[in-house]
C-alpha cells in the first residue's frame, strides 16, 4: 500500500545508519518505522517524512485576539487549525487533546493548502493562523498553506513554542506574517522539568525574528508557584526590552489545572496585574493579561500620551484612538504593529468549520 505520507527537507542520515531529524533541537534519530516525540514526523524509506500533511482536527474562525495579537490587524477575524503532536512535553498543556494526540483518527478533517486559501476568502478572513499545536512539527504543510493564502490577500499567524533549528527556522519565518511566541518561562530549569525542553533555543527564535518583518508578540502563562516569582519575571521582562525592545507586545495569561498539572491551583488576576506592573516597570509600552476579565490589562495605551488607543473587553473591541496611519489621535505617537485604516469588526465569535461544506458570508 502506498503511504501518503509528505516528505521532508530538514534530516540526515547518521554513521550508524540511524535517520536523525534536523527540525528542532530534539535531534530525534530513528530506525526505520520509527516516529519522533512529536509522532507526526517519522522514518519511511530511509527518509523523515511528514505524516500529516493535508490532514487537521479541525478549523474554526476566531478573533484574531484570541491568538493572542492584539497588534495585527485588531478586530479582523482568522481562520484557525491544528494538526495533532508536538515537539514539546509541557505538563501544563492547555490543548493536550491535540497536541499529545497518538491517534490519526484525531485528524478528522482534510484540506489541501488551495482549499484552505479559498475558505479563508470566502469566509473573509484577513489571516489564517496555525494553531492549537506547534506548527514547526507540521512546517511543510503550514508554508504550503502560507503560500497559497498569499497569493489571494491573505496573511499567515504561527502560533509557536518557538523550538527550532536555525535553517528551518529561517525557511518557515520566510512564509509568515506574524507569530506569537509562547515564552514558557524563563529558567532553564522550568523548561527542562515542566516542558522537556531549553530556554535558550526559545531565545535564539526570538533574537532571529527581531530582524525579520515578522511582526510578533510574546505569551507566558504564569503558573503558581512554578514560573510566576517577581524575580523571574523582573529579569525576563528586563531581558525582552534589552534583546528585543521596549515595544514587542506581552501577553501575561492565567494558567487552569489541566493535563499533568491538576494538583495546581488557577492563577490569580492579582498575579497577572504585579507581573504586568513589573514588566511596565521595566520599560515595556504594551503589556496585556489574559485568561482573566480585566479590560484595563487587555486595553492598549499610547506610550506618548497614555491615551487609551484600544479598548477591549475579552475579545470585544470598544473605543478606537487611532488614525488612519496607526497614530495616537492626541500626540500622533505611532503604535508599532500591523493596522488596517479602520478596526475590524469581527467581535468575540467562534465558528467552528467545515470545508467540506460551501462557505459564505463575511467574517470582517
Known amino acids: 500500500m502506498k503511504s501518503d505520507a509528505h516528505p521532508t527537507r530538514y534530516w540526515h542520515v547518521l554513521d550508524d545508519g540511524r535517520v536523525q531529524c534536523d527540525v528542532c533541537p530534539r535531534a530525534c534519530r530513528m530506525h526505520e518505522g520509527q516516529r519522533g516525540l512529536c509522532f507526526v514526523r517519522g522514518i519511511e524509506q530511509g527518509e523523515v517524512r511528514l505524516y500529516t500533511y493535508g490532514r487537521s482536527s479541525g478549523f474554526c474562525i476566531d478573533p484574531i485576539e484570541k491568538k493572542p495579537l492584539n497588534h495585527f490587524l485588531p478586530g479582523t477575524s ?6 495533532a503532536g508536538c515537539n514539546l512535553a509541557c505538563k501544563f498543556c492547555q490543548n493536550w487533546d491535540m497536541s499529545k494526540s497518538r491517534e490519526m483518527d484525531t485528524l478528522a478533517d482534510r484540506a489541501t493548502p488551495q482549499m484552505l486559501a479559498d475558505a479563508a476568502k470566502a469566509a473573509g478572513c484577513a489571516s489564517v493562523a496555525f494553531t492549537y499545536n506547534d506548527p514547526v512539527i507540521f512546517m511543510e504543510y503550514a508554508v504550503d498553506v502560507a503560500d497559497a493564502c498569499r497569493e489571494q490577500g491573505i496573511r499567515s499567524v ?18 509568515m506574517d506574524a507569530t506569537n511566541v509562547d515564552l514558557k518561562g524563563f529558567t532553564e530549569s522550568f523548561y527542562r522539568k515542566i516542558c522537556g525542553a531549553e530556554l535558550q533555543a526559545v531565545l535564539e527564535t526570538l533574537e532571529y525574528l527581531k530582524h525579520t518583518n515578522v511582526w510578533f508578540e510574546i505569551t ?3 503558573i503558581p508557584e512554578e514560573n510566576d516569582s517577581d524575580r523571574e519575571i523582573d529579569e525576563m521582562t528586563q531581558w525582552i526590552r534589552d534583546r528585543l525592545g521596549p515595544d514587542v507586545p506581552l501577553h501575561f495569561t492565567a494558567f487552569h489545572p489541566d493535563w499533568k498539572m491538576r494538583d495546581k491551583p488557577p492563577t490569580l488576576p492579582a ?7 513589573i514588566a511596565m ?3 515595556l509600552r504594551y503589556v496585556y493579561t489574559g485568561n482573566v476579565h480585566d479590560p484595563v490589562g487587555s486595553s492598549t495605551y499610547c506610550s506618548g500620551c497614555g491615551t487609551r488607543l484600544i479598548e477591549r473587553d475579552w475579545y470585544e473591541l470598544g473605543e478606537w484612538h487611532l488614525d488612519d496611519r496607526g497614530q495616537c489621535l492626541d500626540c500622533h505617537t505611532p503604535l508599532l ?16 468549520l467545515r470545508l467540506s461544506v460551501r462557505v459564505t458570508g463575511s467574517a470582517m
Open 271 to 277: 498575579t497577572l496585574t504585579r507581573a504586568r506592573a
Open 220 to 222: 507566558t502563562l504564569l
Open 158 to 175: 504561527a502560533v509557536t513554542a518557538g523550538y527550532m533549528c536555525d535553517a528551518p527556522r529561517a525557511e518557515f519565518y520566510r512564509h
Open 281 to 283: 516597570r521595566n520599560g
Open 337 to 352: 504593529g500591523v493596522f488596517a485604516a479602520a478596526p475590524g469588526t469581527w467581535g468575540a465569535r467562534r465558528m467552528p
Open 78 to 83: 482568522v481562520l484557525s487549525f491544528g494538526t
